[in-house]
């Protein structure tokens, strides 16, 4: 007789939910237990930095399932629930409050939290973060009453959120400590895009600036002091400034963490019983031949099956491209691939950059390693294929929008043939 078996997965998020959702539609058959922090049923984060915090979809519309879905899937979910400790030799969790919970398999989806502002008065009333589903709703809350908000951070949230702020017409500063926003990810050729769609929209940039203190005034934040000693009025300052991914579960248990929970390309961590996925998780990419953490909705939605896959003993590996999506204003884009900044040769242009419609390719010794496509649709699947075929191009085709990118693919190895 087989004694029924029970995977456990901690983090109730994206590629946790995911994860059971695998499991169950692939035909796994024992205990599946999903256990979150948050007191909500799973959600998707996007929407929250998207069309929720800007009032254009229902609430209902950010759960990644109907409320009845876990029962119906014999998933027990845990919500409220904080894991507090894994003891692998005895494969058991415990829970806060003591009770324990024993493993065959574990999956770690812990996520991240928001880094705090370390400054004096960070953690005033009327500072803002924004992660979890409380905090989308004490922003949207802020700007229907609010008339000037900093935001601080010009990263994909910063962005976003002034973004949101603007269309519920708020006056928006926003500060970074870089000469232009998001100028780490897509190197200066977009970043001035970017600057300049939000300075076309009203938004003031201060750019270069660094931040001393949020001042106060009955304990509740009243602006931003700079360290040039000039300061900034603000009903509301809203910190965007990166995550920070929860491993404390993982080195206490004794897992090998390296800037997240290191796995391979199976998403296996160094215990055979336990793996890792999402934000958590800094996974190796076998098209890539390294690993890699990315804080993207594609790897938890992508990640979270593959680790379902794996803990059920189907060997599967985790080689998707790299991709994420951000809507600001009018500009919708999406991001494929992968490139660190300084690391590649020219950003190519195709399309109508002036009108808002192109795709930017950056390329290093004429192949491409990353794409983003702005307000042009359905390119993904080519985009990804050349991105993959490593193959080198001419890069005034790549430019030429009347050459089909698949037309692109295996070239190279076609001219070397013909000489």
Known sequence: MTTQQTFVLVGAGLAGTKAAEALRSEGFAGRVVLVGEEADRPYDRP????????DKSEKEKIYLHPEGWYDEHDVELRLDTRVTAIDRAAHQLTIRGGEEIGYDKLL????SSPRRLPVPGGDLDGVLYLRQLGDCEAIKAAFTTAKRAVIIGAGWIGL???????????QVTLLETAKLPLLGVLGPELAQIYAALHAHHGVELQMGAQVAEITEVEGRASGVGLADGSHIDADVVVVGIGITPYTELAEAAGLTVDNGILVDEHLQTSDPDIFAAGDVANAYYPSLGRHLRLEHWSAALNQGPVAAANMAGRTTAYDHVPYFFSDQYDMGMEYWGYVEAGH??????????????????????????????VNVW??????????????????????????????????SQAEGKAR
């Open 47 to 54: 929407p929250l930095s998207k069309d929720y915090l800007q």
């Open 108 to 111: 770690l989806a812990t996520g």
């Open 160 to 170: 976003e959120t002034a973004a949101a702020a603007r269309t519920a017409d708020v």
């Open 344 to 373: 590649y040769d020219q950003v190519v242009f195709r399309g109508e950059v002036d009108k808002g419609e192109y795709i930017a390719f950056w390329v290093r010794k004429d192949r491409v390693l990353a794409a983003m496509n």
């Open 378 to 411: 359905d390119q993904g699947d080519a985009m990804v294929a050349l991105i993959r075929s490593g193959d080198r191009v001419d890069l005034a085709r790549l430019a030429g929008p009347g050459v089909a990118l698949e037309d692109l693919i295996g070239t």
